[in-house]
């Protein structure tokens, strides 16, 4: 007993290289454009016979709040499927995002947006790049896992996240 006591405690201790770091999904983040600042520099400059002063402004994007908070990721997924017609639980994604989400203003929207367009286009549902989703989501630092989701949800719900990938990939003569 003693043996298999002092064994737990050093291997609690021991941390190998194959190690991952873990994933925090829960904890707010700097902005990724004013770097957590809240608020954006630019450099006065002469153009013609103008001369425009030094500007400091409110972070467009995170708005003066300089972190954002993670992202609701059950939320996300529950509005981006839907369980309608479906028997045991299952969901399926929505062909269209849903119009009551407004993905220009707010927030949440933006990801659940970002989440299903990119999923979409994973999936092969789309094959226009999402330049949209790309250009709502600015600034979130979050984004590196919102594409993560995406794909997984694209696996889940389309059984592929390549079929987009191969139409580029072919395009692009690399296949
Ligand atoms: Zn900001």
Not at 12 to 18: E, G, I, K, L
Not at 125 to 145: C, H, L, N, R, S
Not at 150 to 171: C, L, N, P, Q, Y
Request: net charge positive.
């Amino acid at each position: 007993m003693t043996d298999t006591a002092a064994t737990d405690t050093s291997s609690a201790n021991v941390t190998t290289q194959a190690e991952e770091t873990p994933i925090d999904l829960v904890s707010p983040r700097d902005c990724t454009r004013c770097k957590g600042v809240g608020t954006t520099f630019s450099k006065g400059f002469t153009y013609g016979d103008k001369t425009y002063p030094d500007k400091t402004e409110t972070c467009s994007r995170c708005k003066g709040e300089k972190q954002y908070p993670a992202p609701k990721w059950d939320k996300i997924l529950e509005q981006i499927t839907t369980g309608r017609g479906l028997k045991d639980g299952k969901r399926k994604m929505l062909a269209s995002f849903p119009s009551k989400l407004n993905h220009y203003s707010d927030r949440e929207a933006a990801r659940a947006y970002y989440v299903w367009r990119n999923a979409r286009f994973h999936g092969g549902k789309d094959m226009t790049m999402p330049m949209t989703a790309d250009m709502v989501i600015g600034g979130d630092p979050f984004q590196k896992e919102l594409l993560k989701l995406s794909e997984i949800v694209a696996i889940k719900f389309f059984g592929t996240d390549m079929a987009a990938a191969h139409r580029w990939a072919r395009a692009f003569g690399i296949i």
